[in-house]
């Protein structure tokens, strides 16, 4: 169970808007840092940039994101752009730029959420403790009935 409120949590888009509001000759600049080797395993890494006047030399905030193909999610069918968007709102909350109190994205804190285990979740410690086919086949049975196969 989640420890955290996602409503305590601004979207990315909510920081993107409330960014061109407040800094409407700003600009953020996204650079896509995913080398062949990354695309061969499905992955994509991208960059972003916040600056809050178009002519500043130096950006305001910065970030980075990686995201996998596949994922749960907008994973399924959209990781680069999943990523774009993360690291758009990590250098929007590095810049110092947020709609709530907290740093990280209402997306970022749903992905933790995905990750915190749940009471029926299986973990590496009960499949090392079968001891024998039939009790892992159990496991898995159980994973599929609850849906975190």
């Known amino acids: 169970m989640a420890r955290f409120n996602l409503a305590d949590y601004a979207t990315v888009q909510e920081r993107i808007e409330a960014f061109w509001a407040k800094y409407p000759n700003?600009?953020?600049?996204?650079?896509?840092?995913?080398?062949?080797?990354?695309?061969?395993k499905k992955q994509w890494r991208v960059y972003a940039e916040v600056y809050f006047t178009f002519d500043e030399v130096?950006?305001?905030?910065?970030?980075l994101a990686f995201e996998i193909d596949g994922g749960a999610g907008a994973n399924m069918t959209s990781a680069y752009e999943n990523a774009e968007t993360s690291?758009?709102?990590?250098?929007?909350a590095t810049a110092?730029?947020?709609?709530?109190?907290n740093r990280?994205?209402?997306?970022?804190?749903q992905k933790?959420?995905?990750?915190a285990p749940s009471e029926t979740q299986i973990t590496a410690i009960d499949i090392q403790n079968c001891a024998n086919l039939k009790e892992?086949?159990?496991l898995w049975a159980k994973s599929v009935d609850s849906g975190d196969s």
Not at 96 to 101: D, L
Request: proline letters at 2%.
């Open 112 to 115: 933790a959420e995905r990750g």
């Open 58 to 63: 130096r950006p305001r905030g910065t970030g």
């Open 87 to 92: 690291a758009i709102g990590r250098a929007l």
């Open 104 to 109: 990280a994205s209402r997306t970022e804190m």
């Open 26 to 40: 700003g600009a953020i600049v996204t650079r896509d840092l995913t080398t062949d080797a990354d695309r061969d």
């Open 136 to 138: 892992l086949e159990a």
């Open 96 to 101: 110092n730029f947020t709609t709530s109190k």
